[in-house]
């Protein structure tokens, strides 16, 4: 029997986007069985687009201050097998659904997400992120469902097994990231958690720096959050996820290192400028290029226009580099020593 499926969209003054999100909802080549939407204390016309779409529309008393908590306030009307949360700038593949559901044909996994990419490629954020994205979503994640360890099954298009989400108590709340959170508890708890390549969504990304950095922020915090709080039971029970873990810790401690590299060679090692760039170009270029050219081939984009964006992804490396050590530094060491309660306010990462 084909498991039945609720999508919930948690929407706070998404008027303008929400539209886009809806459509594809509605042309799904399996359609879900209902359509929630949750108008977390909008000022705008969101109720409204969303009922015009003929959504289910819920709207809490007052803004309830996160995507987990509203996603949660959907929970109760949901009666299906699946709940799919949609975040609502993201946009589906059509045959999202289709692609998505057949995973949970095995009993053991509770928690699925698809491949997602940049919709928006205008400013030089959305440019570096599209690398990130195309990077990530054909070398990372492919490795690790490999291993059977995603790190995380991203928020904005994760299917969840309804009756394992809401014995676990809803969508985690005690974290900034939920997604994430819910994840490694599964993978602890021995379930199993799912990355599925075929299944496509397209996220609208912070298109000023304003909001990348808060984006930014909130991932580099609820990673960090995360690791405070599971990283002892991801090594007892869950080791081959615990050493990705452990290898991205690595890499943002010694990403300053790296990029420290061509100054030390040629101011502190008197080594030629020309030298230097070509070593450190070259290692850059030879561990991305490789991957992004498959991405290119596999999503179908041009590939010029793809390798055209490679510079930008170092503007937003920089970012991630300022804000995973701000996260390290207050969710490591001040949170444990009380000199701070950490992020606890949930920000959206776009207008």
């Given at each position: 029997?084909?498991?039945?499926l609720?999508?919930?969209?948690?929407?706070?003054n998404?008027?303008?986007?929400?539209?886009?999100?809806?459509?594809?909802?509605?042309?799904?080549?399996?359609?879900?069985?209902?359509?929630?939407?949750?108008?977390?204390?909008?000022?705008?016309?969101?109720?409204?687009?969303?009922?015009?779409?003929?959504?289910?529309?819920?709207?809490?008393?007052?803004?309830?201050?996160s995507?987990?908590?509203?996603?949660?306030?959907?929970?109760?009307?949901?009666d299906?097998?699946?709940?799919?949360?949609?975040?609502?700038?993201?946009v589906l593949?059509?045959?999202?659904?289709?692609?998505?559901?057949?995973?949970f044909?095995?009993?053991?996994?509770?928690?699925?997400?698809?491949?997602?990419?940049t919709?928006?490629t205008?400013?030089?954020?959305?440019?570096?992120?599209?690398?990130e994205?195309?990077?990530?979503?054909?070398?990372?994640?492919?490795?690790?469902?490999?291993?059977?360890?995603?790190?995380?099954?991203s928020?904005?298009?994760?299917?969840?097994?309804?009756?394992t989400?809401?014995?676990?108590?809803?969508?985690p709340?005690?974290?900034?990231?939920?997604?994430?959170?819910?994840?490694?508890?599964?993978?602890?708890?021995?379930?199993?958690?799912?990355?599925?390549?075929e299944?496509?969504?397209?996220?609208?990304?912070?298109?000023?720096?304003?909001?990348?950095?808060?984006?930014?922020?909130r991932?580099?915090?609820?990673?960090?959050?995360?690791?405070?709080?599971?990283?002892?039971?991801?090594?007892?029970?869950?080791?081959?996820?615990?050493?990705?873990?452990?290898?991205?810790?690595?890499e943002?401690?010694?990403?300053?290192?790296?990029?420290?590299?061509?100054?030390?060679l040629?101011?502190?090692?008197?080594?030629?400028?020309g030298?230097?760039?070509?070593?450190?170009?070259?290692?850059?270029?030879?561990?991305?290029?490789?991957p992004?050219?498959?991405?290119?081939?596999r999503?179908?984009?041009p590939?010029?226009?793809?390798?055209?964006?490679?510079?930008?992804?170092?503007?937003?490396?920089?970012?991630?580099?300022?804000?995973?050590?701000?996260?390290?530094?207050?969710?490591?060491?001040l949170?444990?020593l009380?000199?701070?309660?950490?992020?606890?306010?949930?920000?959206?990462?776009?207008?």
């Amino acid at each position: 029997m084909t498991a039945t499926l609720t999508v919930i969209v948690p929407a706070h003054n998404e008027e303008a986007g929400l539209p886009a999100t809806l459509e594809a909802i509605r042309c799904q080549t399996v359609p879900p069985e209902k359509v929630v939407v949750v108008d977390d204390g909008s000022t705008d016309r969101t109720g409204q687009v969303a009922a015009s779409y003929g959504a289910t529309v819920l709207r809490p008393p007052h803004n309830l201050g996160s995507k987990a908590k509203a996603q949660n306030h959907a929970l109760p009307v949901c009666d299906t097998d699946l709940v799919l949360a949609v975040d609502a700038d993201t946009v589906l593949a059509p045959d999202y659904i289709e692609k998505i559901k057949p995973v949970f044909d095995d009993p053991e996994v509770v928690v699925a997400a698809g491949n997602v990419q940049t919709r928006f490629t205008r400013t030089v954020w959305e440019r570096g992120r599209s690398i990130e994205y195309l990077f990530g979503f054909h070398w990372n994640r492919p490795i690790q469902n490999g291993a059977g360890s995603p790190v995380v099954c991203s928020g904005c298009c994760s299917a969840f097994r309804r009756t394992t989400l809401t014995e676990f108590g809803g969508f985690p709340e005690r974290t900034i990231v939920e997604d994430m959170d819910f994840t490694w508890s599964m993978q602890i708890a021995g379930r199993r958690a799912v990355y599925v390549g075929e299944a496509v969504a397209w996220a609208a990304d912070p298109e000023t720096l304003t909001y990348l950095r808060k984006q930014v922020w909130r991932w580099m915090a609820g990673f960090f959050q995360n690791v405070r709080l599971h990283l002892g039971s991801l090594v007892r029970r869950k080791p081959m996820l615990a050493i990705w873990i452990v290898l991205a810790l690595a890499e943002i401690c010694t990403a300053p290192l790296w990029w420290a590299t061509p100054f030390v060679l040629t101011l502190g090692m008197h080594r030629s400028v020309g030298a230097t760039l070509t070593f450190w170009l070259g290692s850059e270029l030879l561990f991305t290029v490789p991957p992004l050219l498959y991405a290119a081939r596999r999503r179908r984009l041009p590939v010029l226009g793809v390798m055209a964006n490679i510079p930008f992804v170092y503007l937003t490396k920089a970012v991630n580099i300022y804000y995973a050590w701000k996260a390290l530094i207050v969710e490591l060491v001040l949170v444990p020593l009380r000199l701070s309660r950490g992020l606890v306010i949930y920000e959206k990462g776009r207008a």
